[in-house]
């Protein structure tokens, strides 16, 4: 079966002014949306537990995501536990020690496409990135920033499933004036990936990708958050997958 990749538009400017502060604590409440969030990550929904053992699951997730969320570096993508551990085992051992790594990833791929980034329309990448599609140069800046968002944040993706990475629009601003160097043999997933470049540097977003992440439950959220949906063209839109 293997895994399966997507990448979705991301406003990294919204992510890195507001969303990075309210994940540390130091602005904003997420109350609201941890309890909505376990709704459907507790096994059995919270329907069954009772007002105070409620509060008590909502204060202790919001505590080590708070937690962990301050743990990160300036970009938010290298947490400074992990990052000394040289031993893969000893990663494993890091990231399976115990469920909170595991809700505070969860609830990051939630949040991010309820607040930043639109699960729909999305580049569906299958098995692989969006190098793959391409024939880039080695030197050429294209190469780097595809890289980039290529590399898979183990810390992120728990399991194989869930973020694997995002580039900012900085990032996408370079890719698209070095976009002469995405050479490719015309097939369908490279150049709609190219539309969509056009849309994010268009519209001043980023890029966020991920692999097999949980689809049902992103889908029910809003759409339409970042770009306006008279955007969206038969033109632009080939090989996008669209709400059902």
């Not at 505590?63 to 938010?76: A, G, L, P, Y």
């Not at 051992?93 to 699960?119: R, V």
């Amino acid at each position: 079966m293997g895994y399966w990749c997507t990448l979705h538009l991301f406003d990294d400017k919204k992510f890195y002014k507001e969303i990075v502060p309210t994940l540390k604590g130091e602005t904003g409440d997420l109350t609201a949306d941890c309890q909505e969030f376990l709704k459907s990550h507790v096994t059995g929904s919270t329907s069954r537990l009772s007002k105070q053992e409620l509060e008590k699951l909502v204060n202790e997730t919001i505590k080590n995501i708070v937690s962990i969320s301050n743990s990160f570096d300036k970009n938010f993508k290298i947490n400074s536990e992990y990052q000394k551990i040289e031993n893969y085992d000893a990663k494993l051992a890091f990231l399976n020690s115990s469920d909170k790594h595991y809700d505070f990833c969860k609830f990051f791929e939630y949040y991010i496409f309820k607040t930043c980034a639109d699960f729909f329309p999305h580049l569906p990448l299958g098995k692989g990135g969006v190098s793959r599609n391409f024939e880039i140069s080695a030197e050429a800046l294209s190469d780097s920033i595809t890289g980039e968002l290529d590399n898979w944040n183990d810390f992120f993706c728990f399991y194989t499933t869930g973020i694997t990475n995002w580039i900012s629009h900085e990032d996408v601003q370079y890719l698209y004036l070095d976009k002469d160097s995405l050479k490719h043999d015309d097939n369908e997933r490279a150049k709609a990936f190219l539309s969509l470049l056009e849309i994010a540097h268009s519209n001043e977003l980023g890029f966020i990708i991920g692999v097999d992440m949980r689809d049902e439950i992103l889908e029910l959220l809003p759409n339409n958050k970042i770009v306006k949906p008279d955007i969206w063209t038969l033109e632009n839109s080939v090989e996008l997958i669209w709400k059902r």
